[in-house]
């Protein structure tokens, strides 16, 4: 599975962002996918990952509220709507696919990784 997320950019504080991911390879095989992201000088967190077929999701405590994690199936596309961003929220972000059951939001729970995109959040 190939991922590639996009979108990122400069925002201000309060303001919103949506990335997408996508997604090709064997898709079919997706089970679970999910956001991280990693702050300058520190380890990557988990963001939210959603069930790829029935949609369930599941959001990290810092930004459940704020950020809503959505699929397109017939497009093979994630997406990470962001609301209310905070200067904390900036950070690069990547999308992330599991094939099985795990621990999905830690990143072990994880097959496959895409390349990050930069968000940054100004004061």
């Known amino acids: 599975v190939q991922l590639q997320a996009f979108g990122g950019g400069l925002v201000q504080a309060g303001g919103s962002l949506r990335l997408p991911c996508a997604a090709s390879?064997?898709?079919?095989?997706?089970?679970?996918m999910g956001w991280f992201r990693r702050a300058p000088g520190k380890e990557r967190e988990f963001v939210a990952f959603?069930?790829?077929?029935?949609?369930?999701?599941y959001y990290a405590d810092s930004v459940k509220g704020r950020f809503t994690i959505s699929r397109d199936n017939a497009k093979n596309t994630l997406y990470l709507q962001m609301n209310s961003l905070r200067p904390e929220d900036t950070a690069v972000y990547s999308c992330?696919?599991?094939?099985?059951?795990?621990?999905?939001?830690?990143?072990?729970?994880?097959?496959?990784w895409g390349q990050g995109t930069l968000v940054t959040v100004s004061s």
């Open positions: 390879g064997r898709t079919s095989s997706v089970y679970v």
């Open positions: 992330a696919a599991s094939l099985s059951f795990g621990s999905h939001n830690t990143l072990k729970g994880y097959d496959y």
């Open positions: 959603i069930n790829w077929r029935g949609g369930t999701t």
